[in-house]
């Protein structure tokens, strides 16, 4: 089987949503690899929902909230570009390619833009492959018989 | 001499450790003659000629208290806290490296690989033209050497055995030490297990005499030497980065006592899964534009995020060490 990755998308309930959602009702097609998840505000992405993310296995995050001044929250969106500046340098020094992590602007009116936005990302994505986390951080996590194995030692 | 008390046993045990946190046990000066009164030291490598054996041998939850502190790098670290969760009652992650890894812990931002060659060859003062590296198993004419296998990632202590208490800090605040072993000897209740103690839940900030606004507004990041601190300022609000907002406060603020930026050794405030994620927010809210240009400039100030968020926290965090 074809490698096929994993997107998980934040989107603002009041334009980014309702855009995806249009997209949806609009019966435009764009590729499953997103898996959404509706948050009130772009602003309301606490930068651990990100990392947790990628802790999980995703190979890549789309945020989505309101054009610049269009924020329901007025601020949010700002505050969230903010920390998507903070977020990609600190996960490039973490050996993840910045490019996993994106930030664009998509209003309730915008379905086919969201849905452009959803078949280009996945493009981009599956061509840089999957994302190492998840793999990797599994491999050293605690085993109740590697402690047995080592006691027994002493026994 | 009438009746002897009754006293607990303690052990206090280093894994990979600067010894900083074993001279803080030493810190609580004459309160020492009251830890001896209370206590016997059945095992304490920095002031003890107690062998591991010594400890293998002794009966399951036969020590009653140990304060383990220095993370786990290597598999003798590993070993000895699980002998040492099968011999004690209580143990507890004593200081930053055992609660999140600490300084050792920065080690996560290269491979086992990147270590080795730094240290055995490339480093300025290392002169290797065989090439030796460490191996755990030698032969030699006179039998087999061995070595503790160095591991391809610094981890805490929680991430190789089961851990009762967090009492945090680099190193933990002596008074802090003190009060929860008075808590052990004098039979107090104790908190729910995995508890942070000798620590409080407010952050820093709170505890910090700093004058501060609730307006932080930075327009570019200093590290602490490229900026002349006013003396009364809160560091953030004069763009130096100072972990308060995210950290617990227990320790007096004695960093920022000394006129420097909070390192975030006492780890994280209650209920926050990922110290960094904390800051990261903290220092974005504290970003003074809405231009993506300015705000990538402004960003381009913080140096280092990982190395600064995540001074001591590392291998705690979500994404434990860098992926290749
Ligand atoms: S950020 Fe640092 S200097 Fe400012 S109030 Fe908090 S602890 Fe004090
Ligand atoms: S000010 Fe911060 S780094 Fe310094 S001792 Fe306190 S918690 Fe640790
Ligand atoms: S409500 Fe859409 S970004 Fe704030």
Redesign the pocket.
Known sequence: MSYEPKIVGFLCNWCSYTGADLAGTSRMKYPSNIRILRVMCSGRVDPTFVLKAFREGADAVLICGCHPGDCHYHEGNYKCLRRYHVLKKYIEQMGIDPKRLRLEWVSASEGKQFAALVEEYTQQIRELGPCAVKEELDKGEKKKETVDADLAKTA | MTEEKKKIKMAVYWGAACGGCCVSVLDVHESLFTVVEHADLVFWPIALDTKYADVEAMEDKSIDLTLFNGAVRNSENEHMAHVLRKKSKVLVAYG?CAHMGGIPGLANLSSKKEVFRRAYHDSESTVNPDKIEPQTVTEVKEGTLTLPEFYEEVKTLDQVTDVDYYL???PP?TARLVEVFLAVVTGAELPPSGSVVGASDKP?CDECKREKSDNKKVKKFYRPWEVQDDYKTCLLEQGIVC??PA??????????EGN?P?????GPTKDVVDPGAKMMSAIATMIDSNDEEEIKKIVESVVDPAGTFYR?SVPGSIIRRKVS
């Open positions: 930053s945090p800090g680099c605040n820093l972990m308060g950290t617990r406060s227990g320790c007096g603020a004695r960093c920022i420097g909070c390192r975030g050794c006492y001591v």
